[in-house]
């Protein structure tokens, strides 16, 4: 990725705990994003201007080297990609604020080596259980960051051979808790599960379907529902 990437992400992180950071950081916390979470996934804000940058001829190359506009940094949460190893394999960012004049959600770069959030994070439970949790979104890991600490986010719902491939090698179980979208017109966490049950099955991977309340689509709407999950987690553990 380069020495830039690292350094700007670096400098997210540093960001995010700038008092002009309000905003970030009054919605990371409606999302249960703890200090420690902060500190664990390297999460940062990226502004459009840096208040702890202040090599200006740095800052003009950083923008510079990306391939997109300035507006496009502008008032986004980041999230670095770790390998398994703890390089870093890319980011994703998060818009704060209107979708109508920005992307919702930008990659960098555009397909990461493989789109598996958290397993460098919490690959020491994984290895030792030889199970991961997985999950749709960052939010959704981050919401059961406290009873679950195996856990993954796929950042969508699409799983391919290399990332089953790649996950046999730690986990002999796989716990799927895709979207709960059953009674809606969207099926993608249903077709999701579906799918990954018979493929995960050819690659000698067992599965269990993480079955979401009635009503309920995410683990995120799930914990602000319900203040304590730890009875639900105890009927899969």
Not at 164 to 179: C, P, S, T, W
Request: with cysteine; charged share 30%.
């Amino acid at each position: 990725m380069g020495l830039t990437i690292g350094k700007y992400l670096d400098l997210c992180h540093k960001e995010i705990s700038h008092p002009s950071q309000v905003e970030a950081l009054e919605y990371l916390k409606d999302r249960f994003v703890t200090q420690e979470d902060l500190v664990k996934y390297r999460i940062g804000v990226s502004p459009c201007e840096w208040d702890v940058c202040e090599d200006e001829t740095y800052k003009e190359r950083l923008l510079a080297d990306f391939p997109k506009h300035k507006k496009l940094l502008t008032k986004k949460l980041v999230f670095p990609i770790m390998r398994w190893d703890g390089e870093l394999s890319g980011f994703i960012m998060r818009t704060l604020g209107d979708y109508k004049f920005y992307k919702k959600f930008l990659f960098y770069p555009h397909v990461p080596f493989y789109n598996v959030y958290g397993f460098y994070e919490n690959i020491e439970e994984i290895a030792r259980t030889r199970t991961a949790f997985i999950v749709e979104s960052i939010f959704d890991l981050i919401a059961i960051e406290p009873w679950v600490k195996n856990g993954i986010a796929m950042l969508g719902t699409s799983f391919v051979d290399s990332q089953m491939a790649f996950l046999k090698r730690y986990v002999d179980k796989l716990y799927l808790g895709f979207n709960n979208d059953f009674g809606t017109d969207h099926q993608a966490g249903n077709n999701a599960t579906k799918y990954s049950i018979q493929k995960l099955k050819k690659f000698g991977i067992r599965s269990v379907h993480v079955r979401l309340p009635d009503g309920i689509n995410d683990f995120s709407d799930f914990r602000q529902e319900r203040s304590n999950l730890e009875d639900f987690f105890d009927n899969y553990f």
